[in-house]
Every structure is written in C-alpha cells, then in structure tokens.
C-alpha cells in the first residue's frame, strides 16, 4: 500500500494538487481508528478464511486483476 500513496502523492504533486491531496489524507487520519476496529471486528466474526473466498492473485504485474495486458 506504501508504493500506491506514494504514486498517489507523486502525482497529485506533478499535477499541482498536493495541497488538495495531503488535505484528504489529513481529513481521514481521524476516521482511521474507527474504520480498523470495524475492520478487526469483521475479521473476527468472519465465517469463511479470505483465502478460501479469494483465490490467490498476484498485487502487481501482468497477471494482477485488472492489468491491460493481463487479458493477452
């Protein structure tokens, strides 16, 4: 996730919306306890395994979900 943010604020930077940018993440930073103690009690009374829901794809490459040429 650190490479995306990172691409994310290199980008906002190149297109001059930094300000704009840092501004979201800083109005979020106060939602983020509250998003993972959902995210742990989801997790907690989860039925099924992620990986037996999800099969296994790689994050990144030409045979990540969603890649243009991952359809070749």
Known sequence: M????TAW?????RDGRLREHLGGLADAV?????????RRALHEAAVL????V???TP???????GHPRGRL
Not at 2 to 5: A, D, F, G, K, S
Not at 9 to 13: Q, V
Not at 49 to 52: A, G, H, P, Q, R
């Open 2 to 5: 650190t490479y995306r943010q």
């Open 9 to 13: 604020l290199w980008h906002a930077a």
């Open 30 to 38: 106060p939602a983020l306890p509250g998003a993972l103690r959902a």
């Open 49 to 52: 395994d992620i990986v037996d």
């Open 54 to 56: 999800v099969g296994a």
């Open 59 to 65: 994050w990144r490459g030409p045979h990540a979900g």
